[in-house]
């Protein structure tokens, strides 16, 4: 069974802050993906990775990064943390070996920026 | 500019009877399309895929009907049930590029009422 796991389910952080969000995969995938869930926006990608330091931007990058120094780990950052980055953030996984073609996803971290 | 829409955010159902949740997409390189269930504070969950080369897709309770020519899929869950309470996303993708990228709708919830 694939697992991803993100480091913290709940975080407060307060506006202007660095944040960091932790993703850990242990399937060895190849490509990990960070989103945000808004209500009534879907799951909308904020950044990719397809493979050890490679990144691409998603559809909705500004104000994040990402670092990804180790096959297993993808951490997205939040540079200085507004309000309108309060959101559920999850974290997913793919091998584009498998022909389901499905991401593996976390259970998810509900972020919230005073 | 919305690729993939679900146009019901919010549907009702009698336990026992079909749900039936549906899925406009416009591009029409989306070759694999998906269905991904959530519960409140849990990370997505994959429920059935489909590609562009079949119409129909069963998996025992769950099917999902592709129209290509009208670029629109359905999920249909038979015979619904309270525990089918959750969020629904479809997802699409372009399975050329083989990144695993996926565009989600904007997700429909489901209540099974007992």
């Known amino acids: 069974d694939v697992k991803v796991t993100q480091s913290s389910r709940y975080l407060v952080k307060r506006t202007g802050e660095k944040v960091f969000l932790e993703c850990v995969q242990d399937m060895d995938h190849e490509n990990m993906f960070w989103y945000r869930q808004d209500p009534g926006l879907g799951l909308r990608l904020i950044y990719f990775s397809y493979d050890v330091k490679m990144k691409e931007k998603g559809d909705i990058p500004e104000g994040y990064s990402v670092s990804r120094e180790k096959k297993e780990r993808f951490s997205l950052i939040l540079e200085s943390a507004s309000t309108n980055q309060t959101s559920m953030y999850l974290c997913?996984?793919?091998?584009?070996?498998?022909?389901?073609?499905?991401?593996?996803f976390g259970p998810g971290t509900r972020l919230t920026v005073t | 500019d919305q690729q993939v829409k679900q146009n019901s955010p919010s549907l009702s159902v009698q336990e026992g009877r079909i749900s039936i949740l549906n899925c406009d997409y416009t591009n029409s390189m989306f070759d694999y399309f998906l269905w991904y269930k959530k519960y409140p504070a849990e990370g997505p969950t994959f429920l059935i895929s489909i590609s562009s080369i079949k119409d129909k897709n069963e998996d025992g309770r769950f099917t999902v009907f592709l129209n290509k020519s009208a670029k629109h899929l359905s999920l249909h869950i038979v015979p619904s049930q309270p525990g089918d309470s959750a969020v629904y996303f479809c997802a699409a993708s372009g399975t050329a590029s083989n990144t695993g990228k996926l565009i989600f709708g904007q997700g429909t919830t489901l209540q099974v009422k007992p």
């Open positions: 997913a996984s793919f091998d584009p070996g498998r022909p389901s073609y499905e991401q593996y």
